[in-house]
């Protein structure tokens, strides 16, 4: 975990930014304080902010429930999550009461 946020501290000082929408605003907004007027760049997104995020959500939401197994796999992944976590609280809860259960995990 030291090792990650090290990494992590090393690369925000000396990696430039190559995501080319970055790029692209912060050249816009450079020429703007130097040369003064409005620039923009091929593919800006003039959208307000909440229409933007609404567009972001409702695509994926669209495939979960227009595909089917997509949904049929979303699902199986909700059961084992919640059995999972089912399971957890009982072993917890019996260590606490000296309970002893026969449950058996398959890894």
């Known amino acids: 975990m030291i090792v ?3 990494n ?4 925000y000082f ?3 930014e190559t995501y080319a929408p970055i790029i692209l605003q912060r050249k816009c907004e450079k020429l703007q304080k130097e040369r003064g007027g409005h620039y923009t760049y091929p593919g800006q997104d003039n959208r307000a902010l909440k229409i933007r995020i609404w567009e972001n959500i409702k695509r994926p939401l669209r495939i979960l429930f227009t595909q ?3 949904l049929t796999m979303a699902a199986y992944q909700v059961c084992g999550f919640l059995e999972k976590h089912r399971t957890r609280r009982v072993l917890i ?4 009461c ?3 259960h026969n449950v058996q995990f398959v890894h």
Do not use: D, E, K, S
């Not at 809860?93 to 606490?96: E, S």
């Open 98 to 100: 000296n309970i002893r």
């Open 14 to 16: 000396f990696l430039h």
């Open 4 to 6: 990650c946020a090290i």
């Open 68 to 70: 089917p197994i997509v």
């Open 93 to 96: 809860y019996a260590a606490g």
């Open 8 to 11: 992590t501290l090393i690369g």
